[in-house]
C-alpha cells in the first residue's frame, strides 16, 4: 500500500513541472498570428498582445527540450494540508517528459517521505530511503497508472505527452489571458501573464488521447471537491522563456497552489535507469487524486 501511495506521488510531482492540464495540440496556432509583432507593441488589443507573446514563449520553451525545475506544492484535502517541495532536471526532446527529481512530501495522513524519481521511457523508478541505507528502487509502468481510474489515465498520458510549454500553449487555447505588467523573479526580468479557466475547461484541454468517460469522470471529481476554476499565472523573460508558473485553485472541500521555477535551459538530463539488481517490480495500482 505504502508504495501506491508513492507511486501515485512521484506521478503528480512530475505534473507539477508540467501543467496539470495539458494545452491543445495546435499551441493556440488557431489564433491571430499576422499581428503578433504589432500587438505585442501596442497595435492590437491587449489580448492580442498577450496571445503574439505567448506564442513566442510556448515555441521558444519548447525548443529547448531541457531545464532545470524547482517546485514547491501546497494542497488542502478535506481539512488536511499536504506540501510537496522537489528538484529536478528534466528532458522533453522524446515528446513526452524524462528526467530525475528529489522530492520531500510532509502532512497530509502520513509520516514526511523523502523520495528520488527517474522517470523514463518504460516507466517511473521510485526510490525511498531506507534503514542502513539499504533502500531499493521500484518501478511503476505508466500502464498501472492507467488502470488507477480516470485521474490515473490523465497522470500516464501527461507523463507521455507533457512538457513545461503545455502551460503556455494552455492559456493560448483559452485566450483567456492578459499581461499583468514588467515583474522580476529571482533577478531576472519578467512579464507576468494571468488567465483563468473553468476546470470543464482544463478537462477538454487535457489530452487527445484520453477517454471521453475519462474526461466526464474528472469533471464529476472536480465538481464533488467544489473546485470549478483555476488561476494560471506564468512570467516569461527576455528571450520568451517560461521562468516561473503558479497554479492555483479553490474548492469547497480542497484547495491547490503549485509553483514552479524554471532556469537552465538546455541542460544535460541524466536518464540512467538504475542498475537492474536494484530494481523492484511494483505490482499494485496508483490511484492519485485530485492534485
Known amino acids: 500500500m505504502r508504495k501506491t501511495h508513492i507511486a501515485a506521488a512521484a506521478a503528480g510531482v512530475v505534473l507539477m513541472t508540467g501543467l496539470t492540464a495539458c494545452g491543445s495540440d495546435d499551441g493556440g496556432s488557431s489564433g491571430d498570428k499576422s499581428g503578433d509583432k504589432s500587438a505585442s507593441k501596442g497595435g492590437g488589443s491587449p489580448v492580442q498582445g498577450a496571445l503574439a507573446a505567448l506564442q513566442k514563449a510556448s515555441t521558444a520553451t519548447e525548443k529547448q527540450q531541457s531545464a532545470k525545475t524547482e517546485t514547491q506544492q501546497t494542497q488542502v484535502l478535506n481539512g488536511r494540508t499536504l506540501k510537496t517541495e522537489n528538484k529536478g532536471a528534466f528532458d522533453w526532446s522524446s515528446g513526452g517528459i524524462r528526467g530525475t527529481v528529489t522530492a520531500t512530501m510532509k502532512g497530509g495522513t502520513g509520516a514526511p517521505m523523502d ?33 488507477g481510474g480516470p485521474s490515473g489515465a490523465m497522470l500516464k498520458d501527461q507523463l507521455q505527452n507533457n512538457n513545461p510549454a503545455r502551460s503556455v500553449q494552455t492559456l493560448l487555447a483559452s485566450r483567456k489571458v492578459e499581461a499583468v505588467g514588467s515583474e522580476t523573479v529571482r533577478g531576472t526580468k519578467t512579464t507576468h501573464y494571468t488567465g483563468t479557466l473553468t476546470l470543464s475547461e ?16 474528472l469533471e464529476r471529481q472536480f465538481e464533488q471537491a467544489g473546485m470549478k476554476s483555476e488561476k494560471i499565472d506564468l512570467w516569461i523573460d527576455g528571450d520568451d522563456l517560461l521562468i516561473k508558473k503558479k497554479e492555483s485553485s479553490q ?39 485530485l492534485g
Open 202 to 217: 482544463l478537462v477538454k484541454m487535457q489530452s487527445k488521447d484520453l477517454k471521453e468517460s475519462d474526461r466526464k469522470a
Open 251 to 289: 474548492g469547497s472541500k480542497t484547495s491547490m497552489n503549485n509553483v514552479t521555477y524554471y532556469s537552465d535551459y538546455g541542460t544535460d538530463v541524466d536518464l540512467t535507469p538504475p542498475p537492474a539488481s536494484q530494481v523492484e517490480e511494483s505490482k499494485g495500482k496508483a490511484r492519485p487524486g
Open 115 to 147: 523520495f528520488e524519481v527517474r522517470y523514463l521511457a518504460d516507466g517511473m523508478y521510485i526510490k525511498t530511503g531506507g534503514a542502513g541505507g539499504g533502500a531499493k528502487w521500484a518501478k511503476s509502468s505508466y500502464d498501472e497508472l492507467g488502470d
